[in-house]
């Protein structure tokens, strides 16, 4: 195949991710502007948030029909295009009503999209001939932290909401003129669901309380990382942002080296380690001498940052499941884990103090790590 067919829509993939990335820092960053500017309680700051994820699962869950009549690569244009367009709208609401409306209609497009993006990856992976979905994770983390730091500055510019919405989504529209257009046509493989093998359903639902776990604890690192070190460590509020830099650094640099490891290393005991390394990240940071505790937080972001690359390369990897359909289902799960995570380490901070419950979710990584041990186990 010639090469420039196959970089064009690997290029469309990464800008893509990017600009999913962009406009997940631009939301991190404008909620507390947000809460400000429209005098919403937590409860209203809550509902805001349910309404986008509760209207992102929909779109992952509905998304499966698209891609097997239309093809990943057209669904990711036009739910890519929709983002961008709703986008600087949630950020022009003036009222808690038009804001949960467009924060579901961001929901929508940009859940629809991580599932299309996913997929299309994985055709260009196969294109490719080797490993790019981790890498193309790892443009995502980039662009959080890029987004980041830009969204810091116009801020501290006196920029409104809207015009700071309005200044990441019109590159975003550039890429998407220029790029979405090139994609791969979908390998028709895997959709007759009927056909799969009885142990199919066993290997979803491992592979989904995989990837919830997984973002069940990367949820829960970066919204308690800062409050433990402050509130049970001392930490000023300045040295405890360190503790989720270090975590998002070591998220960037594990997704870019992911793609290399892949290639010397089989999926599921490289799989495995990452639980592994995870665990041994909570260690460290939780209990750790001072000196450690970032190192910690790095190793933590290490062994996360392969999970959710290798979940999906997994999937794409067992013949006997229709990879769109169980991509879209590890993401609505794996997506209720990121929200649920936090919460219930609130939940039990409250009970039992913010020590313990993190504690508790620590043992997340030794269940991933037994239920992969069980699944080698059973496909030997």
Known sequence: ????????????????????????????????RIKAELDLSELGVAGATFSLAAAAVIGMWLLPKLVHRFGSGRVQRWTWLGMCLCMPWMFA??????????????????????????????????????????????????????????????????????AHAVFFAAPCLGLWAWLSGHYIADNQRNTDTDAAPAGSRKLVILLCAVMMASLANEGSVENWAGIYLNAERGWSFADASLGYISFALAMVIGRFGGDSLRQYFALKPLLIASCSLTFAGYIFALYGPPAWLLGGYFALGLGLSLQVPLVFALIDASPQLDTVTVIAQASAVGYSGLLLGPVVVGALAAQWGLLLALSLIACLPIVQWLLLRHLLRAQR
Not at 12 to 30: K, N, P, R, T
Not at 108 to 114: E, I, K, Q
Not at 116 to 123: I, K
Not at 124 to 146: D, T, W, Y
């Open 1 to 32: 195949m010639n090469t420039t067919l196959i970089n064009k829509p690997l290029a469309s993939c990464a800008a893509g991710f990017f600009s999913l990335g962009l406009f997940v820092s631009l939301i991190a960053i404008e909620i507390p």
């Open 93 to 162: 609401a003036n009222n808690w009503w038009s804001l949960y409306l467009c924060a579901a209609l961001v929901g929508l497009f940009s859940g629809s999209l991580d599932v299309a993006m996913n997929a299309q990856s994985l055709e260009v992976e196969r294109a490719q001939k080797r490993p790019v979905l981790s890498a193309l994770h790892g443009v995502f983390s980039l662009a959080g932290l890029i987004g980041g730091v830009i969204g810091y500055q116009l801020i501290a510019g006196e920029w409104g909401r809207f």
